[in-house]
């Protein structure tokens, strides 16, 4: 070959499209293939294919294998002279090098793509059976099922068909290869099929009419008796022919495999019995099916065996299906299952799924099947089992707007095609993009991009991925903001039962109220409604999402009302990112949050501070200095108050909002897994703030009564959870007042200071107010209520000298200054440190008495009533028995161990572990329960709006409890069961270390 002709045909490989045209030219001159290389029209088809590299390679592999030259020469005369041939099987071979093996090993298969006539552009189940009917054994079966899939894939790549068609006829061919393989099953074993009828019942994919390539054909066995047989008999001979069948079509031969029969998603799964009587299916998803079952079932679809067996199926199962939505929290289980399976896609990978990954089939799937189920009760026409069809039904009857629709069916279109080409190249069980820029060429051209495949590829991929990822709500909630928005009066809109059910299938419980506030938020052509109509879809999503949708509808609403005219409100909904989610979330949770937004509707400015710096806690030095300034600027005492109340009430709605927050997570804030971190910071932010609080009001009194300069040092002493960095949301201030009469000052005088002090901050802080009370509680001081208020130094010293008890000396161990006199608190401390750590250690009679008093406790102070396994104060295994068990510790070894001299439980417990005084594991045991108890504290409060140290007896607030803890609908008990076991393993640790038990 001379070196003109080479760079001449390498020049025309070239502009035909193919990448290696050197190699190409070697093949054609190796076969002596001048009739291809010189033949325009051959080249041209060539060129035409998604891959001409592949599909020259699969052709001379073809003539290769061609028995004789005459077939040779007749191979090539047919597709020189037949354009369908030509296209089809060109086509095929540039697309799947799986069929083009196959072609290889069977040369003669060739052939079935000859027929060009219109009957067989789309065949049916008959035509595929009659294609599988001469297989007389599996590897046959295998050889005539990869004869019928070219067929199929030559209509495809050709465009004789499209998506729908396509993947209907893959579902038509599965329904003859099941059929096939039960009757080889049955002529193995002809006395099975004389005792039993066995209905073969497709589901998923296949059920739907709507097959990949590859894919795991999902079904269900349906088996009786047959007349005059044994049940127990007859089930077992349906088991080995359904076992068999499924045998046939998964197992690998020479030929392959055809694609795995999985059984997984019958009553029970893998665990339950692979065939079942009717009556025992109905019997199962009667008493325990779940929500994820039914909507499997609308699929259901009978396709081989006994024909009426499984017509009665079918007509049993579908009224259980269209009473699915009815279920209790029916849509959140739905997308609980939906988020499951994204999280389990490897982090890796989760970009490349076209399948379960954001914006993929899956998305669009379960948006169309939650449809159906929630309107196909009362709407037959809904009731396809195939995806693209029941989108369609969906616009026609109004309950998905119809451009919404119309691109949705685009994207599901590109985005199935793009699977159906991926899988048909090597034919393997894949939804992956291929990152090889080789194999995406090929992708992009086999989907008609042309002009740069793997860059149109890409960009048309993310596209339509993210169409889906928006559409997936929309499609959902937009439908009912179109009916009570009133703004397009051509549109077909739902009816006011229709917007009722998909409510309440969304869990509102007052259906009509919810219209009532989208009209409201929705209505009207003002710039608010406008912006509120574009977040509305997505925030009811979020409202569903949570224990008390209607609560997170009515306060957006009225946070709205009070906002609404604010420039910046929408525009931070709109522009922040997650600032909507953080609101939508915080609404929605409980009523301590939303109460303390309505009066403070500034605050939501705080939910979206970028990257969450705007729900940071501030610290006590930075609080302090704002409340008193706030403080300076008052006129009087009552003002003061007023003003270090609101700083107050905007932080508690930061620290809640962040903590709601965190509990549910959001794209852009993953649920922190160190919950006993997020405890820590809670009761950090809320002492800090109370601090704050305390010494604002202190600085206000003492400015009012006494000026600049009170006659007396001043100091407030923290005690308790207060003194522990430890309170909740709903926790009283445990105090002890300190003073010490400054020089020259009379102690008659500095006392009456004192306590006018000591008087006037309680009587401010008492103050009727809608914010959550603070109360303070001076009830540990020396002499309890009897005793006075407030002390000076001197005079706790002589009563800790002479008359303190050692509950007085337990409590000390929580006590740190907050507010006032900081010389004065240090000297306070420094009295009381070898009380709380007595040098040597406690006395056995000390120990003993601890020990009396913590049972006396238990049997006397439990609310009648209360069970007290849930009982996160009193309740063995609750805070009390941790909080006691770390303070015996303390006492016993903290004038030893410098580590246990702090006022905190965790970090004290952390010391006594490192101390060797208790076992990792038992230090793990106690810490969890006390961290779990704090957190159920907690929640109530956030949940109810007041203080509570048991559960709730309210369902929906136990499920927000339930929510806040991370348990989805459906799960409270198991909530109350893992806190028993949590409880009942601390209680076990505490009798061992605290009674020596």
């Not at 009815?326 to 849509?331: A, G, K, L, W």
Request: with cysteine.
């Amino acid at each position: 070959m001379t070196p003109g002709r080479r760079s001449s045909t390498f020049t025309r490989l070239l502009r035909h499209g193919f990448t290696d045209p050197a190699a190409a030219e070697r093949l054609l001159s190796a076969m002596d293939l001048g009739a291809v290389r010189d033949d325009p029209v051959l080249l041209d088809a060539l060129g035409a294919t998604a891959d001409p590299d592949l599909a020259l390679d699969g052709l001379v592999r073809l003539l290769e294998a061609q028995p004789t030259p005459t077939d040779r020469r007749e191979l090539l005369d047919t597709l020189t002279a037949s354009k369908p041939l030509r296209d089809r099987l060109l086509g095929v071979l540039g697309a799947s090098a799986a069929l083009a093996e196959h072609l290889a090993r069977h040369a003669g298969d060739w052939q079935a793509l000859v027929t060009y006539e219109p009957r067989d552009l789309h065949p049916g189940v008959q035509e595929f059976e009659r294609g599988l009917a001469e297989a007389t054994d599996p590897v046959a079966l295998r050889v005539a099922y990869r004869r019928c899939l070219l067929s199929i894939a030559a209509r495809d790549v050709c465009g004789t068909i499209d998506l729908a068609q396509t993947a209907a006829e893959l579902a038509d061919l599965a329904t003859a290869t099941l059929r096939a393989a039960l009757a080889l099953a049955g002529a193995a074993a002809p006395e099975d099929v004389a005792l039993c009828r066995l209905a073969v019942v497709a589901m998923g994919k296949c059920g739907g009419h709507e097959l990949n390539y590859v894919s795991d054909v999902d079904v269900i066995f349906v088996g009786e008796a047959a007349e005059g047989a044994d049940e127990d008999k007859a089930l077992r001979a349906a088991t080995r022919l359904a076992s068999h069948m499924m045998r046939i079509c998964s197992e690998t031969t020479v030929e392959g495999s055809i694609w795995p029969v999985d059984a997984n998603l019958r009553p029970e799964g893998r665990n339950g019995p692979l065939v079942r009587t009717l009556s025992s299916h109905l019997a199962y998803y009667q008493r325990w099916a779940k929500t994820w079952e039914f909507q499997a079932l609308l699929k259901a679809r009978p396709v081989a065996g006994d024909a009426a067996l499984g017509a009665e199926y079918a007509a049993a199962v579908a009224p259980l299906v269209w009473q699915a939505a009815e279920r209790e929290n029916f849509v959140t289980d739905v997308q609980k299952m939906r988020r499951r399976v994204v999280e389990n896609i490897p982090v890796s990978e989760v970009d490349r799924e076209l399948k379960l990954g954001p914006g993929g089939l899956r998305d669009v799937e379960f948006a169309v099947q939650l449809l159906q189920l929630v309107h196909g009760r009362t709407d037959p026409s809904l009731r396809s089992a195939t995806t693209l069809d029941a989108l369609q039904a969906l616009a026609a009857g109004g309950y998905v707007g119809r451009a919404d629709a119309a691109q949705l069916e685009e994207a599901y279109r590109f985005l199935r095609s793009m699977e159906h080409r991926i899988q048909l190249y090597r034919l393997r069980r894949t939804h992956l993009v291929p990152e090889d820029e080789a194999d995406q060429r090929r992708l992009g051209r086999s989907l008609g991009l042309r002009a740069d495949p793997v860059a149109e590829l890409n960009r048309e991929w993310r596209r339509h991925a993210g169409v889906v990822r928006r559409q997936h709500e929309k499609i959902f909630y937009r439908p009912l903001l179109d009916a009570v928005a009133q703004l397009a009066p051509g549109e077909v809109r739902l009816s006011p039962e229709a917007a009722r059910q998909r409510l309440v299938a969304l869990g509102y419980a007052d259906p009509a109220a919810a219209l009532r506030h989208l009209e409201a938020l929705a209505s009207g052509v003002s710039r608010k409604a406008a912006i509120q109509r574009t977040l509305l879809p997505v925030l009811l999503g979020w409202f569903a999402d949570s224990a008390d949708p209607d609560a997170g509808l009515l306060n957006f609403r009225n946070v709205s009302d009070a906002l609404g005219k604010t420039p910046w409100y929408l525009r931070l909904l709109r522009d922040e990112g997650a600032a909507a989610q953080n609101l939508a979330r915080v609404l929605s949770a409980g009523r301590l949050a939303p109460d303390l937004l309505m009066r403070a509707p500034e605050a939501v400015a705080l939910l979206g501070d970028g990257e969450g710096g705007g729900l940071q806690p501030r610290s006590r030095a930075h609080l302090e200095q704002e409340v008193i300034a706030a403080v300076g600027r008052a006129d009087n005492g009552e003002q003061a108050v007023t003003a270090a109340r609101g700083v107050r009430r905007r932080e508690l709605f930061r620290t809640a909002a962040a903590d709601i927050v965190g509990s549910y997570g959001t794209e852009a804030r993953p649920v922190e897994a160190d919950q006993g971190a997020v405890v820590d910071r809670v009761g950090g932010a809320v002492s800090d703030l109370t601090a704050a609080t305390l010494a604002g009001t202190l600085r206000a009194v003492v400015r009012e009564g006494w000026g600049d300069t009170l006659p007396t040092r001043f100091a407030v002493i923290g005690m308790g959870r207060f003194g522990g960095h430890e309170l909740g949301y709903g926790s009283d201030a445990d105090v002890l007042f300190v003073h010490e009469p400054r020089d020259g000052v009379e102690e008659r005088e500095a006392a009456d200071a004192a306590g006018r002090v000591v008087a006037e901050m309680r009587r401010l802080l008492q103050i009727p107010s809608a914010d959550p009370p603070l109360l303070i509680d001076a009830d540990l001081r020396p002499e309890g209520k009897s005793g006075p208020l407030v002390r000076t130094l001197k005079s706790y010293e002589a009563y800790y000298r002479r008359w303190s008890l050692v509950w007085e000396s337990q409590a000390l161990l929580r006590a740190e200054p907050v507010a006032g006199d900081e010389d004065l608190g240090r000297r306070f401390i420094e009295l009381v440190d070898p009380l709380r750590y007595p040098r040597g250690g406690l006395v056995e009679e000390a120990v003993r008495e601890i020990r009396r008093l913590k049972a006396r406790m238990e049997s006397e102070r439990l609310p009648r009533g209360a069970d007290p396994k849930l009982h996160t104060k009193l309740g063995p295994g609750g805070l009390s028995d941790v909080e006691w068990t770390v303070q015996l510790l303390q006492m016993r070894h903290g004038s030893r161990e410098a580590g246990l001299r702090t006022t905190r439980t965790r970090e004290g417990l952390a010391a006594a572990h490192a101390a060797g005084l208790v076992s990792a594991e038992d230090a793990a045991i106690l810490d969890e329960a006390w961290v779990l108890a704090t957190r159920v504290r907690n929640a109530v409060m956030l949940v109810r709006g007041r203080a509570g140290d048991t559960f709730p007896s309210d369902a929906r607030e136990l499920a927000a409890v339930g929510r806040y803890l991370g348990y989805g609908p459906g799960h409270v008990g198991d909530m109350l069961d893992a806190y028993r076991r949590t409880a009942r393993r601390a209680r076990t640790v505490v009798e061992a270390l605290f009674y020596d038990t």
